[in-house]
């Protein structure tokens, strides 16, 4: 009798879970197939970010890109790292002496960094030597457990049809994470300074 009235008890909190489970789906639908999908995109996301990183190199302008991962990193409060790949040539050792590709690189991470602190963000900088930009940077998104590699794109080429950058293709075909690649468009553009990050200009340079 002890064993049939446990079953009985368990058999009626079975029926109560379901029943209130099925309640709070009628009252509680998603309305539209877009409302399931956003937040199915939802879910996604916060599952992807962990840490972003933000790629630069001599060819790989990402400035346009930053402000959307450091706006990303902040919402997600995933680390943010700015990494700028100095391509180091075969005939060369990877600690030779490259003063102008270094000064390069440390002020593309001045203005990484200035947009980062402009949308709240802490900025991690690093400069990255290696033989080929792609190389740099799947090992470095590997060392850093990256969840996602963020690209400024660039094409081989002037015109609109021009292949993009074989450096590109190759991050995005072998890294082990997202990869976020933004096609920055055609129309020219005045940039801020770095110490203005987000103040606009008028093409004769004063602010607007």
Same mark, same amino acid.
């Given at each position: 009798?002890?064993?049939?009235?446990?079953?009985?008890?368990?058999?009626?909190? =079975?029926?109560?879970?379901?029943?209130?489970?099925?309640?709070?789906?009628?009252?509680?639908?998603?309305?539209?197939? +877009?409302?399931?999908?956003?937040?199915? =995109?939802? +879910?996604?996301?916060?599952?992807?970010?962990?840490?972003? &990183?933000?790629?630069?190199?001599?060819?790989?302008?990402?400035?346009?890109?930053?402000?959307?991962?450091?706006?990303?990193?902040?919402?997600?409060? +995933?680390?943010?790292?700015?990494?700028?790949?100095?391509?180091? /040539?075969?005939?060369?050792?990877?600690?030779?002496?490259?003063?102008?590709?270094?000064?390069?690189?440390?002020?593309?991470?001045?203005?990484?960094?200035?947009?980062?602190?402009?949308?709240?963000?802490?900025?991690?900088?690093?400069?990255?030597?290696?033989?080929?930009?792609?190389?740099?940077?799947?090992?470095?998104?590997?060392?850093?457990?990256?969840?996602?590699?963020?690209?400024?794109?660039?094409?081989?080429?002037?015109?609109?049809?021009?292949?993009?950058?074989?450096?590109?293709?190759?991050?995005?075909?072998? =890294?082990?994470?997202?990869?976020?690649?933004?096609?920055?468009?055609?129309?020219?553009?005045?940039?801020?300074?770095?110490?203005? &990050?987000? +103040? /606009?200009?008028?093409?004769?340079?004063?602010?607007?």
């Amino acid at each position: 009798m002890i064993e049939l009235h446990v079953v009985g008890l368990l058999i009626g909190f =079975a029926v109560v879970a379901l029943t209130g489970g099925t309640l709070h789906w009628m009252l509680h639908p998603p309305s539209t197939r +877009a409302e399931r999908a956003a937040q199915v =995109a939802e +879910a996604e996301l916060e599952q992807m970010i962990g840490s972003v &990183i933000v790629v630069f190199s001599q060819d790989v302008h990402s400035e346009h890109m930053m402000l959307l991962a450091a706006r990303l990193a902040r919402r997600e409060r +995933a680390e943010l790292l700015a990494a700028y790949v100095i391509e180091v /040539p075969h005939t060369l050792p990877l600690s030779a002496d490259m003063e102008p590709e270094h000064r390069a690189a440390l002020e593309t991470l001045a203005t990484a960094d200035a947009i980062g602190r402009k949308n709240d963000v802490e900025v991690h900088t690093e400069v990255i030597r290696a033989r080929l930009v792609s190389q740099g940077v799947l090992e470095l998104a590997k060392r850093k457990d990256a969840r996602l590699i963020v690209l400024g794109s660039y094409r081989e080429g002037k015109y609109a049809g021009a292949p993009l950058a074989r450096a590109i293709e190759v991050i995005a075909a072998q =890294a082990q994470c997202d990869v976020l690649i933004g096609v920055q468009s055609n129309k020219p553009k005045v940039l801020a300074s770095a110490g203005a &990050i987000g +103040a /606009p200009r008028s093409s004769n340079g004063t602010s607007t």
